[in-house]
């Protein structure tokens, strides 16, 4: 069974930084592309980040583009986004998502979710 | 960017009823094309990708049809479970891959 479990979420202020992770198991880790989607309190999704299976190649939203960096280590199982230079508008919760294949460039959809994580960015 | 216009954005129907939501994309994403399912304080779950294949597990009254820019997701006969939120979300461009603004279906 896939199982994806986020961690890291809190109350940080403007400027602040938080480093989220993403336990996954229930799937060959390094064969999936992984992905954060966010969610601001009563909004929609919003596509965030995303990394290939090796880690080789990364992809971010404009509005994230230069402040989060997403990161993956293979040997662990887990996904990480850093979060550096926090606005209000940061406040969301945090999902992390499988890809259904090793590249997003590949048509890759997003098979399976964790139950996310809050980032509240609040001083 | 490609967006991804849903409509409607709330829609009320009872239990039985057959209810059709349509997401729009601003340029052809040939079928590269998912509806995920969220209820309040869940996570997205997958129900259809690449435009009409349904994901394993979900049940058969739920289906998808289009290509290009036009896309529905249709419900045959909506129960008590399927009062939820639902969105569209293309993949045919990974950067960025963008969302629908959602539909919430309601009792009525």
């Known amino acids: 069974e896939v199982q994806l479990v986020e961690s890291g979420g809190g109350l940080v202020q403007p400027g602040g930084s938080l480093r989220l992770s993403c336990a996954a198991s229930?799937?060959?880790?390094?064969?999936?592309?992984m992905s954060w989607v966010r969610q601001a309190p009563g909004k929609g999704l919003e596509w965030v980040s995303a990394i290939s299976g090796s880690g080789g190649s990364t992809y971010y939203a404009d509005s994230v583009k230069g402040r989060f960096t997403i990161s993956r280590d293979n040997s662990k199982n887990t996904l990480y986004l850093q979060m550096n230079s926090l606005r209000a508008e940061d406040t969301a919760v945090y999902y992390c998502?499988?890809?259904?294949?090793?590249?997003?460039?590949?048509?890759?959809?997003?098979?399976?979710w964790g139950q996310g994580t809050l980032v509240t960015v609040s001083s | 960017d490609i967006q991804m216009t849903q409509s409607p954005s709330t829609l009320s129907a009872s239990v039985g009823d057959r209810v059709t939501i349509t997401c729009r994309a601003s340029?052809?994403?040939?079928?590269?094309l998912a509806w995920y399912q969220q209820k309040p304080g869940k996570a997205p779950k997958l129900l259809i990708y690449?435009?009409?294949s349904l994901e394993s597990g979900v049940p058969s009254r739920f289906s998808g049809s289009g290509s290009g820019t036009e896309f529905t997701l249709t419900i045959s006969s909506l129960q008590p479970d399927d009062f939820a939120t639902y969105y569209c979300?293309?993949?045919?461009?990974?950067?960025?891959?963008?969302f629908g603004g959602g539909t919430k279906v309601e009792i009525k």
């Open positions: 229930g799937f060959t880790f390094s064969s999936y592309a």
């Open positions: 998502a499988k890809c259904s294949r090793a590249v997003p460039a590949a048509k890759a959809f997003f098979d399976y």
């Open positions: 690449k435009a009409s």
């Open positions: 979300q293309q993949y045919n461009s990974y950067s960025p891959f963008t």
């Open positions: 340029q052809s994403i040939s079928s590269w």
